[in-house]
Nanobody, 115 residues
């Protein structure tokens, strides 16, 4: 059974940091491109960051470049998103996703940036 389980979300003040983690199981993690998406209320889901199976050549949405860092540990089947200098506009539900022969999604986790 495929599972992607996000953790690490919550409420943080503007300028603060959070680290999201996603634990994967049920598929060959090292074969998959891993992505973080987010969806804010009333908006479409958008790609935040992606990391290929090798861990090199990561990509980021313009809105988060220089503030967010995606990383993966193929030995532990985890992908993380370090989020620094958070802004109110980063408030959204964040989703972990795996892409290769199939697409898998986590259930999402809330990140709220507010004073």
């Amino acid at each position: 059974q495929v599972q992607l389980v996000e953790s690490g979300g919550g409420l943080v003040q503007p300028g603060g940091s959070l680290r999201l983690s996603c634990a994967a199981s049920g598929f060959i993690f090292s074969n998959y491109v891993m992505r973080w998406y987010r969806q804010a209320p009333g908006k479409e889901r958008e790609l935040v960051a992606r990391i290929p199976s090798s861990g090199r050549n990561t990509n980021y949405a313009d809105a988060v470049k220089g503030r967010f860092t995606i990383s993966r540990d193929n030995a532990k089947n985890t992908v993380s998103l370090q989020m620094n200098d958070l802004k109110p506009e980063d408030t959204a539900v964040y989703y972990c996703s795996a892409l290769f022969l199939s697409v898998y999604w986590g259930q999402g986790i809330q990140v709220t940036v507010s004073s």
